[in-house]
């Protein structure tokens, strides 16, 4: 089987979330309003499913908008958050596994080697940063995954500050609003 080219992955994989990403631009008031509704008929179910979703795709909504939508339908904040919070883990193990895909195929030429050097390098404060703030935490753990970021170091540089994330911002709403 031929080798995939490192930069036409990269390229393929960039080009993917500046689409995605510009469709939730484009209908972001459309999506947090159907998200809502969802929340609204189904409850806790459709918190989970939301925030599979929101934390699976690489677009501009991060899982405070589940957490919104729950607190303002009265839901009990910490059940909202947990269940968030189960999403984000689910989603996100997966979205390391489909870069671990491609990790066998990437990896054999020796351009490649310049790029797993610098991941390897600089890529946890690059995760850290994604699972934090409002930089697009998916494409990270696609990059974690194929560049063979031990799963250790995953957990403590993406998920554990993902989860942090979650429950400040469901605290933040619990108390302050």
């Known amino acids: 089987m031929k080798r995939a080219n490192p930069i036409q992955i990269v390229g393929f994989v960039g080009f993917f979330v500046v689409i995605v990403f510009l469709l939730g631009i484009v209908f972001l008031n459309q999506i947090k309003s159907e998200i809502s509704n969802v929340v609204s008929l189904y409850g806790y179910p459709a918190i989970f ?28 904040m910490v059940y909202v958050s947990l269940i968030v919070i189960i999403g984000s883990i689910l989603a996100t193990f ?6 671990g895909f491609f ?3 990437i990896c054999e ?6 790029y797993l ?22 494409p990270f753990c696609w990059f974690s995954g194929a560049f063979g970021m031990k799963i250790d170091r995953f957990v403590y540089y993406g ?9 400040v911002v469901g605290l933040a709403l619990g108390f302050f609003f």
Do not use: H, T
């Open 109 to 114: 030429d020796k351009r490649c080697e310049k």
């Open 117 to 138: 050097e610098l991941y390897r390098k600089y890529g946890k404060y690059g995760l850290f940063i994604a699972a934090i703030g409002p930089v697009p935490y998916v």
């Open 103 to 105: 990790y066998d195929r």
């Open 49 to 76: 499913f939301v925030a599979l979703i929101v934390e699976a795709l690489a677009q501009p909504i991060g899982p405070e908008v589940p957490l919104i939508s729950g607190k303002v339908l009265g839901l009990n």
């Open 94 to 99: 997966v979205n390391y596994k489909i870069g």
């Open 159 to 167: 998920l554990v500050p993902r989860i942090i994330r979650i429950i």
